[in-house]
């Protein structure tokens, strides 16, 4: 009988030590999102897969756990184990890293602008210590985004003037009141009601969003021109980092840093493209502007970074030295 007892014993011991180590993963985007459908899913079961079933990630969408806005520091104090959020959800916090949000810096896709945005976050301590409080995965970018309009095909500065345009934080109000228009500032879940409703004329967002947040349903015209990036960081809890075996740490790391920045930068450049030329099958109409308008628009957003520089500068950080590496690094990726 003592010896049925003790078996019984070991095997729930067995069973228990089986069980996997659950991770809460705070996510912005809703479960039919392309990012998340075709990166982010792929890449948590292949690191479940790598721990041998050591590790459940649990993704929590639509802010579950928390709102954008304190999506970092709900990861920093351990609310979420793991969370992937753009930057510009905390105004003044990433202002080193946001510098590759800014047009026309020559990054054209995801990917590329993606190890850009690695590199400098490798290069600068000042970029590291935005991040601190937790382990960053990685960090990428979407592809350069575009101005979405719902009803006026904008070919010219002149035709933006009084248009209301959502875009993508500090940055995206520099962007507005240099091309002359007026930015509104909102998260990316609210565009769709408010372009709908006429709060806003149109948004500036990569082409992947008319799909993932059907936002083709209250647009019609892609303009294509370069309007920046938004930016994002894949980050763990510290302390859970910390806690995790040897082995788990390694899974994630296999498939996180230099590796994970190519893994989504590649796809998200596919999706991209295949969104946009899914909305323009439904009827959306891709215009292109004059190239001595775009040659217009250029010379007005190119001082926009020096500005940014400058004001980098004010606050004891690299913005100089930030401008120039990214231009040492462009020209030695083309």
């Not at 095997?11 to 075709?38: D, N």
């Not at 004001?311 to 040492?328: D, Q, T, V």
Request: charged content about 25%; glycine content about 6%.
């Amino acid at each position: 009988m003592m010896i049925l007892v003790l078996v019984g014993m070991l095997f729930c011991t067995t069973v228990a030590s089986a069980k996997p180590i659950e991770l809460s993963f705070g996510l912005i985007v809703p479960p039919k999102h392309l990012r998340y459908v075709q990166a982010l899913e792929p890449w948590m079961k292949m690191i479940e897969e790598r721990s041998k079933g050591a590790i459940k990630i649990n993704p929590y969408f639509n802010m579950t756990l928390s709102p954008a806005t304190e999506m970092f520091d709900a990861t920093v104090s351990g609310v979420a184990d793991m969370s992937e959020c753009y930057t510009f959800g905390v105004p003044g916090r990433f202002v080193a890293t946001e510098y590759l949000m800014l047009p026309e810096t020559g990054f054209k896709t995801s990917l590329s602008a993606s190890r850009a945005l690695w590199h400098l976050y490798k290069t600068f301590p000042e970029v590291r210590n935005e991040y601190k409080g937790v382990k960053v995965l990685f960090l990428h970018s979407v592809p350069g985004a575009k101005l979405m309009m719902k009803k006026k095909a904008v070919r010219s500065l002149e035709d933006l003037k009084g248009m209301k345009i959502a875009a993508s934080g500090a940055i995206g109000v520099k962007i507005g009141k240099a091309l002359g228009f007026s930015p509104v500032s909102m998260p990316t879940a609210d565009i769709y009601e408010a372009q709908d409703k006429g709060v806003i004329d149109g948004h500036i967002r990569p082409c992947e969003l008319l799909v993932s947040r059907r936002l083709f349903e209250v647009t019609k015209y892609i303009i294509d021109m370069d309007m920046g990036h938004d930016l994002f960081y894949v980050a763990m809890n510290q302390n859970t980092w910390n806690k995790l075996p040897p082995e788990v740490q390694k899974a994630f790391e296999e498939f996180s840093g230099d590796w994970a920045v190519d893994y989504i930068g590649k796809i998200q450049d596919k999706f991209d493209k295949e969104a946009q030329d899914e909305s323009i099958g439904k009827g959306l109409e891709l215009v292109t502007i004059a190239p001595q308008e775009q040659a217009r628009w250029r010379n007005i957003l190119m001082p926009v970074q020096e500005q940014y520089a400058a004001e980098l500068e004010s606050k004891k950080l690299p913005g100089k030295k930030i401008a120039e590496e990214l231009k040492r690094f462009l020209e030695k990726n083309k």
